[in-house]
Nanobody
Framework: QVQLVESGGGLVQPGGSLRLSCAASGRIGSFASMGWYRQAPGRQRELAASITRTGISNYADSVKGRFTISRDTAKNTVYLQMNSLKPEDTAVYYC?????????WGQGTQVTVSS
């Protein structure tokens, strides 16, 4: 079972930045893809950004141009750099990995954008 541990969430003012980290217990190079999903209160969990094993990234329209997903295979860690944050970005952010044994989720980290 792959373990994913997120960190980096917190409270930030509109227009601010945060960087989320997702540390995996296994080699991230073995995962077909890794991604960041988010879930706001009363809403369904949705994709924010993902990256494939070959480095192809994909973003939700709502975060394009503001969020950047990246990875460090030496550290088995995936990052989500979030800039120009908006109140509507407030959510619990979850790391997801699609690996040989299926889908794995982290426990989530809260991001709150508020003045």
């Amino acid at each position: 079972q792959v373990q994913l541990v997120e960190s980096g969430g917190g409270l930030v003012q509109p227009g601010g930045s945060l960087r989320l980290s997702c540390a995996a217990s296994g080699r991230i190079g073995s995962f077909a893809s890794m991604g960041w999903y988010r879930q706001a209160p009363g809403r369904q969990r949705e994709l924010a950004a993902s990256i494939t094993r070959t480095g192809i990234s994909n973003y939700a329209d709502s975060v394009k141009g503001r969020f950047t997903i990246s990875r460090d295979t030496a550290k088995n860690t995936v990052y989500l750099q979030m800039n120009s944050l908006k109140p509507e970005d407030t959510a619990v952010y979850y790391c997801r990995a699609l690996g040989p044994t299926g889908i794995n989720w982290g426990q989530g980290t809260q991001v709150t954008v508020s003045s």
